[in-house]
């Protein structure tokens, strides 16, 4: 594993937050081009598996992706065409839950490469930052 001198690191903002995002979805969108889901289909996947009904699931993808209920539908019409949910119940369907397992395990193994390294404590308070940062985007998000 390289090491990567982190001593003068910049304070957390939105533009080291949008680099390493940008940096970690380039490696992600590899991982799922094999896959041939796109990152939105990915989370629509999951949020099937989760259990949640289809408007529950349309309701996650608004609020997570930020995209409209007719794009979060479409998402899961596609993933239904695909064979990759059943639509009428909106349950992952074996082939389904394989890719969805695949992705999981290169996911896993990404993960431990770029955060592996990084202390627990250290990562427990980004996560509580981005968290924060999050609500608090949402917030203005609703307000507009």
Same mark, same amino acid.
């Given at each position: 594993m390289t090491?990567? $001198?982190?001593?003068? !690191?910049?304070l957390?903002?939105?533009?080291?937050i949008?680099? /390493?995002y940008h940096a970690i979805a380039a490696v992600r969108d590899r991982l799922l081009a094999a896959?041939?889901?796109?990152?939105?289909?990915?989370?629509?996947?999951?949020?099937v598996a989760a259990g949640l009904d289809r408007a529950d699931a349309v $309701?996650?993808?608004? !609020?997570t992706l930020k995209v409209g209920e007719p794009?979060?539908? /479409?998402?899961?019409?596609?993933l239904a065409d695909a064979g990759l949910i059943d639509g009428p119940r909106v349950a992952v369907t074996d082939k389904g839950a394989s890719l969805r397992r695949e992705f999981a395990d290169a996911v896993a193994g990404l993960t431990e490469r770029l955060y592996g390294e990084?202390?627990?404590?250290?990562r427990e308070v980004a996560a509580r930052a981005l968290a924060h940062v999050t609500a608090r985007?949402?917030?203005e998000l609703a307000g507009l």
């Amino acid at each position: 594993m390289t090491t990567i $001198d982190t001593s003068s !690191a910049p304070l957390l903002d939105g533009q080291a937050i949008g680099i /390493a995002y940008h940096a970690i979805a380039a490696v992600r969108d590899r991982l799922l081009a094999a896959s041939g889901l796109t990152f939105h289909q990915s989370v629509a996947l999951n949020a099937v598996a989760a259990g949640l009904d289809r408007a529950d699931a349309v $309701d996650r993808l608004v !609020a997570t992706l930020k995209v409209g209920e007719p794009e979060a539908r /479409a998402l899961l019409d596609e993933l239904a065409d695909a064979g990759l949910i059943d639509g009428p119940r909106v349950a992952v369907t074996d082939k389904g839950a394989s890719l969805r397992r695949e992705f999981a395990d290169a996911v896993a193994g990404l993960t431990e490469r770029l955060y592996g390294e990084i202390p627990v404590a250290e990562r427990e308070v980004a996560a509580r930052a981005l968290a924060h940062v999050t609500a608090r985007a949402n917030a203005e998000l609703a307000g507009l």
